[in-house]
């Protein structure tokens, strides 16, 4: 029993030592506390350690010892293994690697998806439109407000009787509910970071 116990705390301490972007362990405090309907103060007050402290371990500006931690999950209550093994809800999460960006579209026009849309009301894209891209002679229509910034290249946007050649640095806001086409006329690539709310896509 004690020998499971040792290599169990150990591989928790390993956990907590190799904490990286993948891990936010702030969040998932943050989740654990705010589930157990508990403010930093009152956990803090619980868990005989400062209000400051709560506030730099959920903002990953600071990372605690193994029994610190413990300590302060015992207020929940909730076991370090439990802790660890949680999975928490996609609304909670706040940063996002490259590589976590959902692919909406792709070919000439790609489009990567920030978060879930079942949890959030505002729709990030991060766009790429090959040279001679185009969203389609069919005019684009739906019922939102989208806006963006041309980060690299340049598009052709059209909204209604309106036409304008945006460059990197200009940026475009509008009324979904127009119609609405994006060509690259270009030579290179164009990217664009977008919003749209509510999602459209």
Same mark, same amino acid.
């Given at each position: 029993?004690?020998?499971?116990?040792?290599?169990?705390?150990?591989?928790?301490?390993?956990?907590?030592?190799?904490?990286?972007?993948?891990?936010?362990?702030?969040?998932?405090?943050?989740?654990?506390?705010?589930?157990?309907?508990?403010?930093?103060?009152?956990?803090?007050?619980?868990?005989?350690?400062?209000?400051?402290?709560?506030?730099?371990?959920?903002?990953?500006?600071?990372?605690?010892?193994?029994?610190?931690?413990?300590?302060?999950?015992?207020?929940?209550?909730?076991?370090?293994?439990?802790?660890?093994?949680?999975?928490?809800?996609?609304?909670?999460?706040?940063?996002?690697?490259?590589?976590?960006?959902?692919?909406? +579209?792709?070919?000439?026009?790609? /489009?990567?998806?920030?978060?879930?849309? &079942?949890?959030? $009301? =505002?729709?990030?894209?991060?766009?790429?439109?090959?040279?001679?891209?185009?969203?389609?002679?069919?005019?684009?229509?739906?019922?939102?407000?989208?806006?963006?910034?041309?980060?690299?290249?340049?598009?052709?946007?059209?909204?209604?009787?309106?036409?304008?050649?945006?460059? +990197?640095?200009?940026?475009?806001? /509008?009324?979904?509910?127009?119609?609405? &086409?994006?060509? $690259? =006329?270009?030579?290179?690539?164009?990217?664009?970071?977008?919003?749209?709310?509510?999602?459209?896509?």
């Amino acid at each position: 029993m004690f020998k499971h116990s040792a290599l169990t705390e150990l591989y928790l301490v390993n956990e907590l030592n190799n904490t990286n972007d993948d891990f936010e362990l702030g969040s998932r405090l943050r989740f654990v506390r705010q589930n157990a309907g508990l403010s930093q103060r009152e956990l803090a007050k619980r868990a005989g350690v400062t209000n400051a402290a709560i506030s730099l371990i959920e903002n990953n500006q600071s990372s605690p010892s193994v029994s610190s931690l413990k300590k302060i999950l015992e207020v929940i209550p909730m076991s370090l293994t439990d802790f660890f093994a949680l999975e928490t809800p996609e609304e909670s999460r706040v940063f996002f690697k490259a590589s976590d960006l959902l692919p909406l +579209a792709s070919g000439p026009v790609e /489009f990567l998806q920030v978060g879930d849309m &079942r949890h959030h $009301n =505002l729709q990030i894209l991060y766009e790429r439109y090959a040279p001679g891209a185009d969203t389609g002679k069919a005019m684009l229509q739906h019922e939102s407000e989208e806006g963006g910034i041309v980060i690299e290249g340049a598009i052709e946007l059209t909204v209604g009787d309106r036409k304008q050649i945006l460059k +990197a640095g200009d940026a475009y806001l /509008f009324d979904s509910r127009q119609p609405h &086409r994006f060509r $690259n =006329l270009g030579t290179g690539e164009c990217v664009i970071v977008s919003a749209c709310t509510p999602p459209y896509l």
